[in-house]
Structure formats: C-alpha cells, structure tokens
C-alpha cells in the first residue's frame, strides 16, 4: 500500500502552544491562591497567638490571693469606712485552751464549741478589752464594745487550729474616721512563751483595701507591744482601683459567670442563616462581634448591680438569684441548639446579665460607706468585671475561632451545649434545694487559675492541629459572605447542619 503524508495543520503548533502558555498561566494563578491563601491562615495564626500569649501574660500578672492564719497567732482585724470604725479580734484555741481552761473536743460541732465557750464569753471578752487599746495618734483612748462571737472553723478534726471570733465597734472619735492610731495588743504574751500577734486591715476602701485576711500591717511580740499605724491619705484613686482588682477576681472565682460567657461564645464564631450555622468572616469583625455581646452583658448587669449596691432595687433571696443565674447558662446553651432569636444573642446576653447584676452584689453586701464612695467603688468593680469577661473571651476565643471552620466544631458544639445545659441543671437543684450533689466541686477546679490556662493551652493546640489537618487536605469550610446577612423572618429555619 502506497504510504500517506499527511501534512500538519499549520495552526496545530501555534493551538497547542497557546494551551501550553494558558496552562502555565492558570498553575500561576493556582500557586498564587495557594500562596495567598498559606499567607492568610499564617496571619490568622499569628493573630490569635498574639492575642491568647497577650491575654495570659495579663492574668499571670494580676496577684492572687494568699493563705491567712499560720501558726498559733491572735489576730486584731480592722474595718475603716468614712461612716465607721470596727473589728475583731481572732483567738486560737488552742491558747483558750491553755490560759483559760476549756477542754475543748477534736472533731465537735460549732455548736458545741459554742457551747463550751458561751459561759466564759464574758470572761473572754473582758480578757480582748484588755489586752488591746486602740487611741489617736495624740493619745485620745477609744472605746471598744463586744457584741457577739463566732468561730473559723479551718479543721474540723483538730480544734488547736480553730479561732474564736470577737467582734467590736470603736467609738469616741467625733468628726471623720481616723486614719492614724497608737495601738497595744498582747494577748497571751504573759501567759505562753513565743507568743505574738498580727494586726491586719481586712477593709479600707477609701485606702484600696477590700477582704484582706492574710497580708498583716504590723506584727507584735512580746518585745513590742505598742506601735503606731499610719494608714495614709484617703483616696478615690486607690477605691478605684482595688475596686477593679476585686471585680476581676470575682470573675476569676465565680465559674456561673464565666461558662455563661463562655455559652454564649461558642456560637459568637458563627452566623445563623436560612442553611443552619455557617462559619463568621475575619478574625477582627469575629471578635468585634463577640465583645459586643459581652458588653451588652455587663451593661445589664451593671444596671441591677449599681442600683442593688446604692440599696434602691431589692434584692430576692440569694439562692432564688442564685437559680436564676444557673437556669440562664442552660436556656443559653439550648438557644445554641436550636435558635430563638439567630445572631441576636446580645438580647439574650441583655436580658439575662440583668439577673447576673444581682449575683454581683454580694460583693458590696454590708459595705458600710457613704453614698460617693460607694459609688466609686461600684464604678471599678464593673470596669474589674467587664475586664474579668474580655480575658475569658480573649482566652477561649481564638481556639474557637480556628475550629469553627472544621468539620469537627458542630459535634464540639452539640456536646458543649449539652454538658453546659446539664452542669445548669445541677446547680439550679443544689441552690434551691441547699444541698450539695458535687457540681460545684467538679467545676471549680476546672475553672481555677492556673488549671484554666492549661485547659486553654490544651483547646488551642488541638484547634490549631485541626486547623492545619483540614487546610491541608482542602477540606476548610468556605466562607460564604453572603452568611452575615440575617435571612428574612419567613425564611428563617431553626435547624442545626
């Protein structure tokens, strides 16, 4: 068979070519996305450590209560207001026990204790007046009444490390409170070797001191028995600030406000749309978005906290309040199960922080100021407050912000929710039924610093495993920008995808 040329179309060269270079160009632009897409989660990373490292630098930074009553020391506490002066003074007893006589029984009740001691109270008191006088500092002798008695009960098996309480007002002062004074204290310095006592200032608020039971001013032995105490220039400034000290702490040790914030965070990294739950925009606008409801919560809960602190709202029963507070955690959590009112989760934070104000009021309970004082000091208490709430935002937020991408956020959702829903219930049990089933001690050791850190450490490096697993295998949650925008009323389905 004769063979065939077959010549090639001119243009075939030219054709594959063109593919050739439109090929180049679009494994260009893949690279480039690619690049561009590396660069962006990079910066989200160094965003979010930035912020977590800043956070926990802040609140390593903040003092931390210390441990009161070591040894076998009296203990002389005082109260300073501008409207009062008043005390107590703590005896050991095992001391009552040696000086006076009292043959007290290991692992008794306080009442028996009580009542082992109430026949002797006069005695007792009469032994306080005389081994403390308090004077001015130019020598003007102050009066000290007794009223009452209690224990500090910090070993129910040994009653050596047990105190007796006595409580005194001082008067004989005309004018303002005085801030400086000549004070003796000597009990059981002639009667047990080696004894010597502490004078603490428990509260001072226009000096900046609220519930001081550990840090003592001035120490006496048997050496030095009169001293003089010089407790400085009153000051709105220091109110303030110790103010915002306590506010923070209040967060710190009060878990039914930080897992209500942290209920009402878990779907903050989330837009509700006509498709369910969909992962939020930027990093920035994200955050922006959880702080708004934060602050709307310490909005309310600024308004009932200030009006019950100046005494013009009347506060229910604690346990009541209480209940109230652990109900709202749970009607939270199952809003984020199946939403009532999608991406407006700061009414819910409104209506309910309303609720928390009166929980915060315990912490002005029997602060017995003037009206400006009080008023500064309730000021820095919700500025400590809202300070608590942003670090336990600023803490969890970025692990949840890197997760909610994943595929594996709505399970973390879904069971977060629930277990919240379920610790809620069990609180509102314990609060009304005053019992104690063991929530409270399962979760206040979670909560505790610095165990939260590392639960927090703990979460963002499995956020951050997660993140780079799923990018890696393409398998991110697109970012659909059309799912900041809330659907119509009508369109609006609460379903959970």
Known sequence: MPSIDVEAHPGHSRHTADNDRNLDKESQISIMQNLSRTESNAGTIRRVLLVLTATLVALLTLPSPASAHAGDQSYLYLDVSDLELAGRIE???????????????????????????????????????????IATIDGQDLTLTFDGRSLLSTDKFDQDNNYLWLPFTVDGFTGETPREFIIDFDPFFDEIDGRDGLLVIENDVEGGVFGNEAEALLTYDSGTRTQEVRLGDASAWKNFVSSVNLGVDHIKTGPDHVLFVLVLLIPAVLVFTGRGWQPSQGFGSSLWRVLKIATMFTVAHSITFTLAGLEILPLPPSKFV???????????????????????????????GLFHGMGFATLVDGLDVSRSTQLVSLAGRNVGIEIGQVAVIILFFPALYLLRRTRYYMPFLWVSSLALTAVALGWMYERLAETEIGVSSWIEPVFSVPNIFFYVAGLTAIALAAFFTEDRNGRLIPLDLDDDVAPADDERVPTLV
Do not use: C
Not at 106 to 133: C, F, G, K, M, W
Not at 322 to 349: C, D, F, Q, V
């Open 91 to 133: 005896f050991p007893l095992s001391d009552i026990e040696e000086v006076f006589g009292i043959d007290f029984i290991n692992e008794a009740s306080d009442d028996d204790t009580l009542a082992l001691i109430d026949p002797r109270l006069s005695e007792l008191q009469a032994y306080a007046d005389e081994h403390v006088n």
């Open 322 to 352: 209480e209940a109230i507070i652990a109900i709202s955690i749970g009607l939270a959590a199952l809003h984020t199960l199946r939403p009532i009112m999608p991406n407006k989760e700061w009414l819910i934070a409104f209506a309910f």
